[in-house]
């Protein structure tokens, strides 16, 4: 398909450049793998100081002012490393050129100018596509991503001729929620404001421009897709997305397998594939002597990556291993998150050593050898828009465990017996986020795990899983196609 389709891909972070979460690596992958489908996809990112430390000297196309800001703006172009994807900065120095995270300080407080330098950036996201920055280049469509971009949709609703919108709700517990005078200082058109604008209960909630003006919505998965548009994940906006269903889609992320994957992997001491699972029984060594875990080398062996927070169930765990390890289960944690957590895991370590181990913090290449060294990967979360990391294991033939919501739902099909019969099954699922129903999916597994045929055969089916972003970016695609006819 030749370079017709023009996409602005609007994004507060992208993987290598700057990461807190998921929608680095969507940015990442999903433009890298549009690219390759022939469509004229570029990024614009906020020039963060980090950022520009990374990537030689951008191009400059334009400076100018914009409403809201005191600061001059620059716009420069670069490219995304290791791409070819061009990639738009903003530069506004006095928002940007700071040391700590994109949101917030290195001692994890939100600056408190977040709504100034992202409407800023906002602003600047919606004039380049209008055509007002770039002489040589205007997109048929905008992707925003988050509360960081959902002023875009928002203003470009208020031109006559516009490009078409796609809002993406990564995770809808994070809205962009500050006070109403907010609203004033950021000198925003007044028709924003309102009930069927930008305010919610008396604030000023980003989020909402890109729920009510964006032409479409979509989530991280479709199960993720349902259940925002319910009281308990909906965090007050259900009615406006169940007022916006037939508007709405869950489209599942996809993962880089060229960065994922057992057969060149270069952080795992053996190799593996699904007709060659030798591999992964090195592996495993390998994994027990790194953490010191003693006792019967096949014994199963489960593990958790992850924040140690409430959202990610870490607490379930710790709660079921009373009874877990009764069954000679051995378990090894990697993650960092709430002290009361982490002080838990290293106190259950402590007392169960040789059985239980963790590493407190995050450690990429450890990561990496947990997921093809563990046997069981163990994900209750409480809710999860996507998750990766069971893809990932999948992949790996380490078969996960997870709680049935978001995208855990849609990208692991429970090992029931008319699913094992069919040779459907992927993994264990488990309802509701209790320890008790952990336990007993685990237990599910370890009965299967015993049968070493049939367990074998479904550690192969996993890997055989296709959640390649080249998949997503086709679903993507399609949505952009339908945004632009209607």
């Given at each position: 398909m030749p370079h017709e389709l023009k996409i602005l891909f609007t994004t507060s972070e992208i993987h290598p450049l700057v990461k807190t979460g998921g929608l680095a690596d969507v940015a990442q992958g999903l433009s890298q793998a549009l690219h390759e489908l022939g469509v004229d996809v570029r990024l614009c990112l906020p020039a963060y100081r980090a950022v520009l430390e990374q990537l030689a000297a951008p191009h400059q196309l334009a400076q100018f002012h914009i409403a809201g800001c005191r600061f001059p703006v620059r716009l420069l172009l670069s490219r995304l490393p290791a791409t070819d994807v061009p990639l738009y900065l903003v530069d506004i120095p006095q928002y940007y050129d700071r040391v700590g995270g994109p949101y917030g300080t290195a001692e994890g407080l939100d600056w408190p100018d977040n709504p100034q330098r992202f409407a800023a950036?906002?602003?600047?996201?919606?004039?380049?596509?209008?055509?007002?920055?770039?002489?040589?280049?205007?997109?048929?469509?905008?992707?925003a991503n988050d509360w960081q971009t959902a002023l875009v949709p928002a203003l470009l609703s208020l031109e006559m001729r516009r490009p078409a919108s796609v809002f993406?709700?990564?995770?809808?517990?994070?809205?962009?929620?500050?006070?109403?005078?907010?609203?004033?200082?950021?000198?925003?058109?007044?028709?924003?404001?309102?009930?069927?604008?930008?305010?919610?209960?008396?604030d000023l909630v980003f989020i909402k421009g890109g729920l009510l003006f964006?032409?479409?919505?979509?989530?991280?998965?479709?199960?993720?897709?349902?259940?925002?548009?319910?009281?308990?994940?909906?965090?007050?906006?259900?009615?406006?997305?169940?007022?916006?269903?037939?508007?709405?889609?869950?489209?599942?992320?996809?993962?880089?397998?060229?960065?994922?994957?057992?057969?060149?992997?270069?952080?795992?001491?053996?190799?593996?594939?699904?007709?060659?699972?030798?591999?992964?029984?090195?592996?495993?060594?390998?994994?027990?002597?790194?953490?010191?875990?003693?006792?019967?080398?096949?014994?199963?062996?489960?593990?958790?990556?992850?924040?140690?927070?409430?959202?990610?169930?870490?607490?379930?765990?710790l709660d079921a291993l009373p009874h877990l390890l009764t069954r000679d289960l051995r378990l090894v944690i990697l993650?960092?998150?709430?002290?009361?957590?982490?002080?838990?895991?290293?106190?259950?370590?402590?007392?169960?050593?040789?059985?239980?181990?963790?590493?407190?913090?995050?450690?990429?290449?450890?990561?990496?050898?947990?997921?093809a060294g563990a046997d069981l990967f163990l994900m209750p979360s409480r809710f999860e828009p996507c998750g990766l990391n069971q893809?990932?294991?999948?992949?790996?033939?380490?078969?996960?465990?997870?709680?049935?919501?978001?995208?855990l739902a849609d990208s692991v099909v429970d090992a029931s017996p008319e699913?094992?019969?069919?040779?459907?099954?992927?993994?264990?699922?488990?309802?509701?986020?209790?320890?008790?129903?952990?336990?007993?999916?685990?237990?599910?597994?370890?009965?299967l795990y015993a049968d070493?045929?049939?367990?074998?055969?479904?550690?192969?089916?996993?890997?055989?899983?296709?959640?390649?972003?080249?998949?997503?970016?086709?679903?993507?695609?399609?949505?952009?196609?339908?945004a632009l006819g209607g």
């Open positions: 950036f906002s602003r600047v996201c919606a004039d380049l596509a209008l055509g007002r920055l770039d002489p040589h280049w205007q997109p048929d469509l905008v992707h993406t709700i990564h995770n809808l517990a994070y809205q962009g929620r500050f006070p109403a005078d907010v609203f004033r200082r950021l000198a925003l058109p007044e028709s924003l404001w309102g009930p069927d604008g930008l305010e919610f209960y008396g964006a032409d479409w919505l979509t989530t991280v998965s479709p199960t993720y897709a349902q259940e925002i548009q319910t009281p308990p994940f909906g965090y007050g906006l259900d009615p406006i997305l169940r007022w916006r269903k037939e508007r709405l889609v869950g489209i599942l992320n996809g993962v880089d397998y060229h960065q994922w994957d057992p057969r060149r992997d270069p952080f795992i001491p053996a190799h593996y594939d699904p007709d060659h699972l030798g591999g992964k029984a090195r592996d495993k060594a390998a994994l027990r002597a790194h953490f010191g875990i003693l006792g019967d080398p096949d014994a199963p062996l489960a593990a958790f990556i992850g924040r140690l927070v409430d959202q990610k169930g870490a607490d379930l765990i993650g960092s998150g709430d002290a009361d957590l982490e002080m838990r895991v290293r106190r259950t370590a402590d007392a169960h050593p040789g059985q239980v181990a963790a590493h407190l913090g995050y450690n990429e290449a450890l990561a990496h050898l947990i997921e893809i990932y294991s999948l992949r790996y033939g380490t078969v996960p465990v997870v709680h049935r919501t978001g995208g699913n094992l019969a069919q040779g459907t099954a992927t993994g264990f699922q488990f309802a509701p986020a209790t320890a008790d129903a952990l336990a007993g999916a685990v237990h599910r597994a370890l009965h070493r045929p049939r367990w074998e055969a479904l550690m192969r089916r996993g890997m055989a899983q296709d959640f390649s972003w080249q998949r997503a970016a086709g679903h993507y695609l399609a949505l952009y196609r339908r």
